[in-house]
């Protein structure tokens, strides 16, 4: 298994400002996933970020708006940039071992941007 | 295109009474199956997995899901429900070719257990 820490856990922001949030494993995994959950609804993919190349973004989302980072095998970031109340979501990392192996996610960041 | 249904939005059932959460799903090749249990104000938590094997399999806190090739299911079941199952319930399916491994998620299914 693994264990993820994600900071922060929740936020206000003003509209226009960006936020970064943190995303790290107690372990080196080879992928990690960037997800969103608007209130009410589903997990929807942002991007994969797998260490040492770009990350790969989802049909909607855009480099410009989530911009990621992900400096070695255990860390990652996410910034929100230019933000907006539509941004208001949860915002969820992941990571995978293998195909065959379950994802583990972190417990998730409330942003609301006001 | 990979997706997965769950076409329930909310399932009530009385404490002690069996439950089913359905799903299921349309993959492109074979799948591998997830299902994850999310409580208020937390992330995700990994229930049980389908990889391959027997259809019936068993995972966390009593609960238990069945692969159906046929029919295209994944329902996640449990004989006897507790008021702490009252959660969000997601499933998830990957499918075995893809070298990105990301899951798709089904939109979730808010189960309520009546003491």
């Known amino acids: 298994s693994a264990v993820i820490s994600q900071k922060p856990s929740r936020d206000i922001c003003q509209r226009g400002t960006s936020l970064t949030i943190q995303c790290q494993v107690d372990s080196q995994v080879t992928m990690m996933f960037w997800y969103r959950q608007q209130p009410g609804q589903s997990l929807t993919l942002i991007a994969t970020a797998n260490q040492g190349s770009e990350a790969t973004y989802e049909s909607g989302f855009v480099i410009d708006k989530f911009p990621i980072s992900r400096p070695n095998l255990t860390f990652s970031t996410l910034t929100v940039s230019n933000m907006s109340p539509e941004d208001s979501s949860i915002y969820l990392c992941?990571?995978?071992?293998?195909?065959?192996?379950?994802?583990?996610f972190g417990q998730g960041t409330r942003l609301t941007v006001v | 295109a990979q997706s997965v249904a769950q076409p329930e939005d909310q399932v009530n059932v009385a404490e002690g009474n069996p439950l089913t959460v359905k799903c299921t799903y349309s993959v492109s090749g074979n799948p591998y199956l997830f299902w994850y249990v999310q409580y208020p104000n937390r992330g995700l938590q990994f229930l049980l997995k389908?990889?391959?094997?027997?259809?019936l399999v068993k995972g966390s806190y009593g609960f238990e899901a069945e692969f159906n090739k046929s029919q295209t299911s994944f329902h996640l079941k449990k004989p006897s429900a507790l008021v702490s199952d009252s959660a969000l319930y997601f499933c998830a399916v990957r499918d075995r070719g893809s070298t990105l491994g990301r899951l798709y998620f089904g939109r979730g299914t808010q189960l309520t257990v009546w003491p």
């Open positions: 992941s990571v995978g071992q293998g195909p065959n192996t379950e994802a583990f």
């Open positions: 389908y990889i391959t094997g027997d259809n």
